[in-house]
Every structure is written in C-alpha cells, then in structure tokens.
C-alpha cells in the first residue's frame, strides 16, 4: 500500500513521533493506522537511549507553591520548540509538584517517584523516557530547590524561561515585587556578605588588570605612575561598586519611584525581611550546540545515497 504525506502527517498528530520514524512505522504496518500506532508505542522506549547524549541547552522553569511549601524546577530539551509542547510542560509542571511535595535527595530520587502521564509511567522518569520518544527530543531534569522550612513563599515566572522563589516575613506584595526584580535584575546574592569569594576574587583580578594597563597608558605618555595606595584604593572600590551591583538588598529597586531606593530600603518601608531566594534561568552555563545546518542536510543526503 501506498504511504501518502497525509498518512504520515495523520500518525504524527496523534504520537508527536518523528516524521521519519510514522513513515517508517506505516510502511512496516502495511498502511494500517492503528497497528502503526501500536509499533511506534513499542519502539519510543529504545529511542530515549539515542537521545540522551544530546546537549539540552533549551527548557523551561517550573514552579509549585502551597502555602510554606514550595518547589522550582529547571527541565531541559534541546529546541525552543519543545518548550510549547504541552506534554512537556505537563512534565515539568508535575515535577515541581513532586519535588515541593516530596522533598527528593536527587535528580535520581526524583525520577523515582510515582507519576503517569500520556500512558507512560508508573513513575516520573518512565513518562520522561516515554516522552523523549513520542517527542523525539532529549529532556532532563537539571536543577531543583524544595522549601518546606515554615517561611513564607512568593513566586514569580518570567514566562517559562526565568523562574524566582522568595522566602520571607511580612507584606506578599513586597516579596512578589523583590521576586520580579531578582528576575529582572539577576542577583548572586542576597547581602555583599553572601557573594562567593571566588567571584569578588575574580572582579578583583578584573580592576587589577585594569590598574595595571592604566599606569602602562600613563607611563608610556610619559607621565608618572600612580602609586600602590592609588592603585589598591581604586581596586577595592571596584569590588565595592561590585558588590553592590550583584548584592539584592543592595541593587537599586526596579520600581524605585526616585531611581535610587534600595531592594534593602524598600522592604524596611514594607516591613518585610526576605530570607533568601532561588533564580533559575534556563540553560544558564550549559554550552549550547550550534548546529551547522548545511552539513547536517548534506550528510542526511549522503546516507540515503548509500542506503
């Protein structure tokens, strides 16, 4: 029997499979639709061990808050494409559940947990291996915080793409107003006491070289160095400046009517003390692949030429 484009395009509507991978099932199936189905239902299993070298650079930020409990989940795909698929939101809309709810030690514990969704399970890493066959794309879970402390919670969502935790004491309109800032603003820390030493130590070697190309500049106009209290004061108030740019209480608040209130002076107006927070943004330090499309066609052409 004849595999008709319409066909393929039928059995995809239904799986979400890989165009290649219908025609292939509709060839083997003789055309009938149903039996197709069933084999591509057999097959999604193996595909997931395909897929999972593959970076996943793309995804999206989820998040679960009931009262002082809460979860925020990164997952990962490798299109921006995927990150509309509603079985994968699904996915990762439950696993911030799981995680707020269960507390999970790790990604492997996580993975472990009970969850069905679109006739895969019984548990949260069968539907994710089940997907990346129906979807045909690697998915992972990379990164997750669960809050269970007693604090209060505000949340923010930047789309799918940026997601912000605050825990905190007093008004939730001020906490969801920092939430949106740290998502705007992208904070490391909460105070300058909290920044990781290997960060200030960096943007210390930033203003050393500075200072140092500075004085070769000065010297090679012949005009006199600066001196080594010059150059260490100019250094330590670049880290200072540094530290403040980087610090959350310290950052200029986005709403400040003035343009200068603090994150720190508006929540004391509020009388709100945010206790610490969580931003997520996705794929944040992961190299991404880029993709050299030509080669890629040219290649896929040349293997069907020796098929």
Known sequence: MAITASMVAELRAKTDAPMMECKKALTEADGDMAKAEELLRVKLGTKAGKAASRVTAEGVVASFINGSTGGLIEVNCETDFVTKNDSFLALANAAAKLVAEHNPASVEALGALPYAQDSFGPTLEDVRKGLIGKIGENMSFRR????????????????????????????????????????????????????????????????????????????????????????????????????????????????????????????????????????????????????????????????????
């Open 144 to 307: 997750f915080k669960q809050y269970s402390a007693g604090a209060q919670l505000a949340g923010y969502l930047h789309g799918t793409r940026i997601g912000v935790v605050v825990e905190f004491e007093g008004s939730e309109t001020a906490a969801k107003d920092t939430a949106m800032h740290i998502a705007a603003m992208k904070p490391v820390s909460l105070s300058s006491a909290d920044v990781p030493a290997d960060l200030i130590e960096k943007e210390r070697a930033v203003a050393t070289g500075k200072a140092d190309e500075a004085n070769k500049e000065l010297v090679a106009a012949g005009k006199p160095a600066q001196s080594a209290e010059i150059v260490t004061k100019r250094i330590e108030g670049a880290v200072q400046k540094y530290l403040k740019e980087v610090s959350l209480l310290d950052q200029v608040f986005v709403k400040a009517a003035d343009g200068k209130q603090t994150v720190g002076q508006y929540l004391k107006s509020t009388n709100t003390t945010v206790k610490g927070f969580t931003l997520y943004v996705v794929g944040e330090g992961i190299e991404k692949k880029v993709d050299d499309f030509a080669a890629e066609v040219a290649a896929q052409v040349a293997a069907a030429k020796g098929a």
